[in-house]
């Protein structure tokens, strides 16, 4: 076979099943596990042997027989033998059955509930989902039979209770899972175990996330944890801690989680624990992945093998170590690893853990493979497809069509990046059909992906389009399972979410001249790709989408939507009560980034206005130029722009037509999709500005001379509170949004803008705001009163240097706040002209009563253009305004 290429990688499967297959060993010792990554937590009774008295000596060898069953069913489990931890768990079934027949006792109903619990999660992993609705509801059918007195009761219908919630969260039943969760939580409470209430108010958690109710979510994790303080240290409250931590993780709360998780890893180094220890090490990496830190990242997935008490979980943080180790193009230590990692592969035993992990670690090698396509003789794609080869049978061997799918759709993936085409599309049909079979929607999107990937290089272009539009609806309806409680997922974004989005654009724009269908599937495509990566961005399904019509919005305003295409720059034109007009130019994405940088470079003073111009116009030609007499024939006077990757950064305004700069001649505005932040007019009764920032230096950064001046000037025109320096505190702010009636929120002080939601701070006098600040700050505003923010001003921030999507923080900070619209800026401005053009704009805003926002900027920057010290775009292009322009 010929070399391969990767397409994305699986740590999301590696944590989730390593969470998950973990629980069995737990079950059998008591223990309530918290299940972070969308599993839910199994609080759970456990079959006692100190209180069943079928094991009492004298026990009957029958009991003892069912009891070994259990017993035995619950060590397959842990290992992921699903398929046969029911069949020994449904032969501890029988035994109980035939035992009740031949002498029925209260007992023998108790046994039998506690085995029909084990079944349904057994059933429910393996996608068995009407097997495991019989299961729950014979075993609660045989709870009701029981004195609501009796403890053992008690503890088996919380059990039931607990898995009933599983498996209607499953099935996307939320509220139900909720209540059936409350019903386990009354339960514990009855019992007296503290352990169990946490790990179903934990569920709950969860559940209100996937309901989108993040804070509430939020809320009651921090009273978990806050009971958890009062616990005695133990391997459970260690185990709760990390799964408590990992769960954070979902709501983008890293600070938090790491917190926690450290707090897990010292409880189980102090009871000398090896497995908890390593399992939170692995989670404790993930953070540090998650803020871009690999090296701190790569270090605890090392220190998490190295603690391993088995082989499988030592070869697991090998396998999450050797895709980052890939990921930051460290090829010899790659190679290194795997050469670890081989030898080990002939001790696994069938499960459905070590298929999984056989899986993610050919992926690795597929994408390693790409990056370097010499030939070695560790790893050659006969070795990929041969342990893909054994997956596959291992999976069948088990019964396991999940599992199955998995190792087959890779395989697909082998064959197609070796142009082995035929081969590939039956792969991935087979794979596509077994992961429907097995309800495992999460792999269904990618085999459908794999297959327009197929299509589309058969020249099969129709059903190659078809098959990426299923792809997207499907990743559409799972927003929240694949972000939300998937934080893995933004490890391999821009690999395995993002590519979808745009080859389905590219398949959609082939040709010079779209049809007016395809072009409106390309442009709603791009409106919901900015809608999942900045969910991605928030590490949180949140955002409500509110599809607008420009027609219905502003007749004088044209949107202009980007997309960055692998061979060319595509550019979607949407004019009011006219067809969308479309062109394209032939630059590869390299080349346009170079431009783009080029471009930035230039608005430095420092650069030549012949640099500048020339750089400038070629970015007009591309964008504007081609649509321009259409602009003049419609009179447009409001440029909308939704733009795309590098893109992103570059000032609009500053381009150049050869005669006069872009803003001379239009409005500007960005936004990040119509659906996202709609246009809506300025309302002007009663403005006032609650006014903040900092003239002195604070926390490193330099004092801001000018917003005194700044804050002065603005207070002369309209109604200001006015908080700087010392008092301009986080908690001042948390109060004048709040309590003060302002309708416009100015804050003249330094921040940054990054595509790391942790790099993005506004800077008060102590401390960072970030943008979980602004969001709490929001729902802590809409609680107090219904007036909308018109207005969020931020007249001294930057973009992070060498951050191609920095401006998605902006974005970030302008949805988090709820502010119709956000003026920002760029790069940091001088603080002297920034306090000219800032109460220019106030002065224009306020004295004509019908002028939009737009309009009232671009005066401003005019009149900044227009004063000789300050001509340079350094000095007016790099502010922006987000979201409605009107």
Request: charged share 20%; hydrophobic share 40%; with cysteine.
């Amino acid at each position: 076979m010929k070399r391969t290429i990767a397409n994305s990688q699986r740590l999301w499967q590696i944590m989730r099943k390593q969470n998950k297959l973990s629980l069995g060993l737990l079950i059998a010792i008591a223990v309530c596990l918290v299940i972070a990554l969308g599993q839910p937590v199994i609080a759970t009774n456990p079959h006692r042997q100190d209180e069943n008295p079928l094991t009492k000596v004298g026990a009957s060898p029958l009991a003892q027989s069912a009891d070994s069953f259990m017993e035995q069913g619950s060590r397959l489990y842990d290992t992921g033998q699903l398929v046969q931890a029911v069949a020994t768990w449904k032969q501890a079934l029988q035994i109980y059955r035939d035992r009740q027949r031949a002498v029925p006792s209260p007992q023998n109903q108790l046994d039998e509930a506690l085995c029909l619990s084990y079944l349904s999660m057994a059933y429910q992993d393996l996608g068995e989902w009407q097997e495991a609705e019989i299961a729950i509801a014979q075993g609660s059918d045989l709870i009701s039979q029981q004195p609501s007195t009796s403890k053992e009761r008690i503890e088996i219908a919380a059990r039931i209770s607990n898995a009933k919630g599983s498996l209607q969260l499953a099935k996307g039943q939320s509220q139900a899972a909720l209540e059936s969760w409350k019903i386990a939580v009354e339960q514990y409470t009855q019992l007296g175990d503290e352990i169990g209430q946490l790990g179903s108010l934990t569920n709950q958690a969860q559940v209100l996330q996937a309901l989108g109710l993040f804070r509430q979510a939020s809320e009651q994790l921090e009273a978990i944890e806050l009971r958890l303080q009062n616990q005695p240290d133990s391997i459970l409250k260690a185990v709760v801690l990390r799964s408590l931590g990992t769960t954070l993780q979902t709501l983008g709360d890293l600070a938090k989680s790491q917190k926690i998780l450290e707090r897990s890893f010292v409880i189980s180094q102090k009871l000398n624990n090896p497995s908890e220890s390593s399992s939170t090490l692995l989670s404790l990496g993930n953070n540090f992945r998650l803020i871009k830190d690999n090296e701190s990242a790569l270090k605890h997935y090392e220190q998490a093998a190295n603690l391993a008490s088995n082989n499988i979980l030592r070869m697991e943080a090998q396998a999450v170590q050797l895709s980052l180790l890939i990921e930051s193009d460290l090829l010899p230590e790659s190679q290194t690893l795997w050469q670890q990692i081989e030898p080990q592969l002939v001790n696994l035993k069938p499960s459905r853990r070590s298929i999984y992990l056989r899986v993610n670690l050919a992926d690795s090698l597929i994408k390693l493979q790409k990056i370097d396509s010499r030939p070695t003789q560790f790893i050659s794609s006969s070795k990929i497809a041969e342990s893909l080869a054994m997956a596959i049978r291992q999976a069948q061997a088990l019964q396991d069509r999940r599992a199955e799918s998995f190792a087959i759709g890779e395989l697909g993936i082998l064959y197609e990046q070796n142009r082995q085409l035929s081969e590939a599309n039956k792969l991935a049909q087979k794979a596509l059909v077994l992961a429907q079979e097995s309800n495992a929607d999460d792999l269904i999107y990618r085999w459908q992906w794999l297959l327009g990937r197929v299509f589309k290089q058969q020249g099969e272009y129709d059903r190659a389009i078809a098959s990426y539009v299923q792809a997207v609806q499907n990743i559409q309806s799972l927003r929240r399972e694949l972000i939300a409680t998937a934080p893995e997922v933004q490890f391999a974004f821009r690999d395995r979410i993002e590519p979808i989005y745009r080859e389905l654009v590219a398949l959609l724009l082939r040709g010079e001249q779209p049809t007016q269908e395809n072009l409106k599937q390309a442009r709603q495509t791009l409106e919901s790709l900015q809608v999942v990566e900045l969910e991605n961005y928030f590490r949180a399904a949140c955002l409500n989408v509110t599809p607008q019509q420009i027609d219905a919005i502003d007749t004088s305003s044209a949107v202009i939507y980007s997309a960055v295409l692998s061979d060319r720059l595509a550019i979607i034109v949407s004019f009011p009560n006219a067809p969308l007009r479309y062109h394209s130019i032939a630059v590869s994405q390299a080349d346009l980034e170079t431009t783009a940088n080029e471009y930035l470079q230039s608005l430095n003073p420092a650069f030549s206005d012949r640099e500048r111009f020339k750089v400038s116009q070629k970015l007009y030609d591309w964008i504007i130029r081609p649509v321009e007499p259409i602009l003049v024939e419609k009179q447009i006077k409001n440029l909308v722009f939704v733009l795309d990757s590098a893109l992103r950064n570059l000032p609009m305004a500053a381009l150049h037509d050869g005669k006069q700069y872009a803003i001379e001649k239009y409005r500007m505005a960005l936004t990040p999709g119509l659906q996202l932040l709609g246009a809506k007019p300025l309302d002007r009764n009663q403005l006032s500005v609650w006014l903040g920032g900092l003239t002195e230096s604070r926390q490193g950064f330099s004092g801001l001379e000018g917003v005194k001046i700044e804050a002065a000037q603005i207070a002369l025109k309209i109604p200001t509170k006015t908080e700087l320096d010392i008092n301009f505190t986080k908690s001042n702010i948390q109060k004048g949004l709040t309590k003060q009636d302002t309708s416009i929120v100015h804050l003249a002080t330094h921040g940054q803008f990054s595509s790391n939601p942790d790099s993005t701070f506004i800077l008060a006098w102590d401390e960072r705001l970030t943008v979980p600040d602004f969001y709490n700050f929001l729902r802590d505003r809409t609680n107090s009163r219904s007036h909308p923010l018109e207005l969020l001003v931020l007249s001294a921030c930057k973009t992070a240097e060498g951050d191609a999507n920095a401006t998605l923080g902006l974005a970030g900070i302008a949805l988090r706040s709820g502010a119709r619209s956000t003026i920002g800026s760029l790069w940091a401005v001088n603080d002297l002209s920034t306090s000219k053009l800032m109460s220019n704009f106030y002065d224009i805003l306020l004295k004509k009563g019908d002028i939009s926002r737009a309009e009232a900027l671009q005066q401003a920057q005019i009149s900044i253009l227009k004063d000789s010290q300050y001509q340079h775009p350094y000095y007016w292009a790099a502010f922006v305004l987000i979201g409605s322009w009107l």
